[in-house]
């Protein structure tokens, strides 16, 4: 869903051991029942994802291929931009080819992909699903089955100032937008904040300003969609949402700019010490607690301020998925258990910080050590929100993207731009 120009990296030498063990290990990769696929065959199979820019991704398969050399996997990497990868996934589907076996698939794209059965429902008994969080689960399932096996999740967090919020007086982070702007307008009068900027998060017209916008309709007691894909954007909630992110561009606690922002954008403001608070992923913790950023050892990571309340994260992350036109399923169902378990993620984790699945690594005292978001991403996770679970996201996501960015530039107002895109999303579930 996300860029991720940046990884920071790290040594992770004994988790090379759990790799190892977990490489070694395989099933005869069969499973038949009540119609479901037939997962045979064994041999050489490619895993599909975005471009790596951790480098954790070969060293993990090297692994497994050192383990499997008659069953090797190849990485097959797509562009960074996330809708260029989901094209090229569908290109393939739509002509049948056997070019892709695991897909990584943003988690947003497992209804799109499981409704066209452009992949296979898994069994999902074989995997160690009770031992993951629930709502990173439920993100690979569609109308009751499992099609699609989480290995990566992520939360958006509130990163703030201690430093300056402590000068300020203030005891903590704000649990609502109006603490938010109050706790701004105090720190801006202090010398050390002179020409800063208060909050910003992604609201570029892309991916994720649909994440902004669905956390901030969210966070005000609203809904983007139902569970069953109906629209419920033309609400009072809704307005409130979108009137908080409107209004704040309007105020000066956004920047004007923001309408240009990615992720990197507002990490690279924080860091550089140009705002008092950033909404972001899990990923930009420890790119700016390293020693040479400006801000290490005077921020940290709340969770997301709401209307009335602590808010609500949308819910990210990636999980794999069984192209149903590959061949050697067998050997792909194995390599999906052993990419996904434990062991991998916590090497990954050390490598590409972010959210596992798995609940047993958010409560280890060395990882919490190591990276101190992990109990607070934990509790984003709980609570977040998955963006709409719908048959035709591309066209769903494009619709509140350019009714979002209009309403953020002032070319609309939210009240409009809220009964424009319900109608648009009414008309898209009508022709599902």
Not at 219 to 245: I, Y
């Amino acid at each position: 869903m996300k860029s991720r120009t940046t990884r920071a990296l790290q040594g992770a030498g004994a988790a090379f051991a759990g790799l190892a063990a977990l490489a070694a290990c395989g099933t005869n990769g069969t499973a038949t029942a009540g119609g479901r696929p037939t997962f045979e065959g064994r041999g050489p199979i490619t895993y599909v994802a975005g471009k790596d820019a951790s480098g954790s991704v070969q060293v993990v398969i090297d692994r497994w291929n050192k383990r499997h050399p008659k069953e090797k996997v190849t990485f097959v990497q797509l562009p960074t931009d996330p809708d260029a990868q989901r094209q090229q996934m569908i290109q393939n589907a739509q002509t049948k080819s056997d070019a892709y076996t695991v897909l990584a698939l943003d988690a947003v794209w497992t209804s799109e992909f499981a409704a066209h059965r452009w992949v296979d429902r898994l069994p999902e008994e074989q995997f160690p699903l009770r031992q993951m969080l629930k709502p990173i689960v439920e993100t690979g399932k569609y109308r009751g089955g499992l099609y699609a096996l989480p290995y990566s999740s992520d939360g958006g967090m509130l990163y703030y100032r201690t430093d300056l919020l402590k000068k300020a007086g203030i005891a903590g982070p704000p649990a609502t937008w109006a603490q938010l702007k109050a706790d701004c307008a105090k720190v801006k009068r202090l010398p050390e904040a002179r020409g800063m900027s208060c909050y910003t998060g992604q609201f570029q017209k892309y991916e994720g300003l649909t994440v902004n916008f669905a956390e901030a309709v969210n966070s005000a007691g609203g809904v983007v969609t139902d569970a069953k894909g109906n629209p419920h954007v033309d609400t009072p909630q809704a307005k409130r949402g979108l009137d908080f992110l409107v209004n704040s561009v309007k105020d000066g606690t956004i920047p004007k700019d923001a309408v240009t922002y990615q992720e990197e954008d507002g990490r690279r403001d924080f860091q550089a010490g140009k705002l008092v608070f950033l909404r972001n992923w899990p990923y930009a913790y420890p790119l700016m607690a390293q020693k040479s950023s400006k801000i290490a050892g005077h921020f940290r990571a709340a969770p997301l301020p709401g209307l009335n309340g602590p808010g609500a994260s949308s819910l990210g992350g990636h999980n794999l998925a069984l192209s149903a036109s590959a061949e050697n399923k067998a050997t792909a169902i194995d390599f999906m258990k052993f990419f996904a378990g434990q062991a991998v993620q916590r090497f990954t984790l050390s490598r590409a910080p972010g959210a596992p699945t798995y609940e047993a690594l958010y409560e280890d005292p060395k990882l919490v050590k190591q990276y101190p978001y992990l109990p607070t991403l934990k509790q984003s996770i709980l609570h977040a929100v998955p963006r709409p679970r719908v048959f035709r996201y591309g066209d769903v996501t494009a619709a509140i993207q350019q009714q979002a960015y209009a309403a953020l530039t002032g070319s609309t107002s939210s009240a409009q731009a809220l009964k424009d895109l319900q109608q648009t999303l009414r008309q898209q579930a009508a022709g599902e």
